[in-house]
């Protein structure tokens, strides 16, 4: 009798060892990439294995340990020893070479195909070896900066759908956290143009978010802001015009929930909030409530005057738009609230 017990043990620790190592040959996908990498770029040494960004900043650390992010599993695995610009460039190229439909994407996103490479205080950044090194601009997208400057609504605002004037002179902060910060990053720098950080030293998701540990590629985009720079500033366009009254100037909340719930942005994903924005009252999630449908009606709803306090309106934001407004809220999912 023990015997069997011990066979029947032993094989399932066997399939239990067989499925562990199959699921992790699968998740692999980043050693086929990096070999692509080798051998489009053959001027870099570097070892074929998972690849880790260690940040610079101290909100990168948890007491002793980094939070790790391995991006660079995939993307610019070398980037330690070639550096943020050419790392910027090689971005840019390869996301044409390797992305099936690069075309559509960078148009959906709005791609300039100019990476930046660092982020500073001033537009931009002139580069010692290479003809330019474009930066983020801290002024400008960082917290302390001067961030965006809110859509202005003139006009009667009859419904919530016509939005509603924010005065011209609030000024709200960029999404760059003050971790971030060149300024404080490099104290004893005085020249404001070299006052600026690698993109190498701040890693990929302070700008991009998604998943610092997966090591698919769905997983690790989970979450991913395509285009910071844009995304930020089409999305606070379309915040500010639309959404701002019921979920606050800083998503804090109002008549609606607050959007920057971080238990909610990190529980989330795309599809929900699409699912929110498109469908609005006329879904199950948020049936009843003053949310408006910004796009269509969802094909199950009917109009109940004792729920509904309002009909369903026709398409406002366009499938695009929605995309970019879901980015947009994004950016208060809070870097150090990722795992
Ligand atoms: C398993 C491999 C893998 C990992 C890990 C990975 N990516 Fe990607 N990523 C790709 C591939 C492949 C593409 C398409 C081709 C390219 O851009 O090189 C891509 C494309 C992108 C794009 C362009 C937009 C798009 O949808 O094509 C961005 C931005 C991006 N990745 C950011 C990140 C960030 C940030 C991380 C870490 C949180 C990350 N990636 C981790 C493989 C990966
Ligand atoms: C300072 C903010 C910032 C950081 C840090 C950053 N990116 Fe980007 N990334 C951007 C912006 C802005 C764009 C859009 C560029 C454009 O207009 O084409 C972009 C675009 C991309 C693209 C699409 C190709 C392209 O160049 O347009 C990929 C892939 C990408 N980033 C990956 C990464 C990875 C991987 C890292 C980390 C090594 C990283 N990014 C770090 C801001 C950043
Ligand atoms: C008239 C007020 C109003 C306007 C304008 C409005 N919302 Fe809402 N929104 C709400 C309410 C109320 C809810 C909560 C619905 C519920 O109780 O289920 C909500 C819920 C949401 C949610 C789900 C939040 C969560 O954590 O579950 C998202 C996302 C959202 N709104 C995004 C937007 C966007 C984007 C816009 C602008 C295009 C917008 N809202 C405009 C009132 C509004």
Not at 103 to 112: E, G, L, S
Not at 128 to 151: C, E, H, L, N, R
Not at 152 to 171: F, M
Not at 248 to 264: C, I
Request: glycine share 8%; net charge negative.
């Amino acid at each position: 009798m023990n015997r069997w017990v011990f066979v029947i043990l032993s094989a399932l620790l066997i399939a239990l060892v067989g499925i562990a190592a199959i699921r992790d040959s699968q998740d692999r996908d980043y050693l086929a990439i990096q070999q692509r990498y080798q051998s489009d770029h053959n001027d870099t040494g570097f070892n074929i294995q998972v690849q880790q960004i260690f940040p610079a900043f101290a909100d990168a650390k948890r007491g002793d340990t980094f939070r790790v992010e391995r991006c660079i599993s995939c993307h610019v695995p070398d980037i330690g020893t070639i550096g943020p610009e050419l790392a910027a460039q090689r971005l840019a190229q390869d996301f044409m070479k390797y992305q099936p439909n690069a075309q559509a994407v960078a148009a959906q996103n709005h791609y300039t195909l100019v990476h930046p490479a660092y982020i500073a205080n001033g537009i931009s950044v002139p580069s010692a070896t290479k003809g330019f090194a474009p930066a983020m601009d801290y002024t400008q997208y960082g917290i302390t900066g001067t961030g965006f400057a809110p859509y202005s609504v003139t006009g009667a605002t009859t419904n919530a759908k016509q939005g509603y004037a924010v005065t011209p002179t609030t000024v709200l902060p960029g999404p760059l956290p003050a971790a971030v910060d060149p300024k404080a990053l490099n104290p004893t720098q005085t020249n404001p143009s070299l006052q600026k950080v690698g993109i190498d030293q701040v890693g990929c998701i302070v700008c991009h978010n998604g998943s610092r540990l997966s090591l698919n590629q769905t997983d690790a985009h989970q979450n991913l802001i395509a285009n910071p720079e844009y995304d930020f500033t089409s999305g606070a366009q379309l915040y500010y015009k639309y959404c701002v009254t019921c979920h606050g100037v800083q998503g804090e909340g109002g008549k609606g929930p607050p959007l920057s719930n971080q238990d909610r942005l990190g529980y989330f994903n795309e599809d929900y909030y699409y699912r929110c924005i498109e469908y609005g009252f006329t879904d199950f999630e948020h049936i009843g409530s003053i949310m408006p449908n910004w796009g269509s009606t969802a094909t199950d709803f009917t109009y109940d005057p004792t729920r509904d306090k309002q009909r369903p309106g026709s398409r406002i934001l366009s499938e695009n738009q929605i995309q970019i407004l879901i980015q947009f809220i994004r950016h208060w999912e809070n870097y150090n609230t990722l795992p």
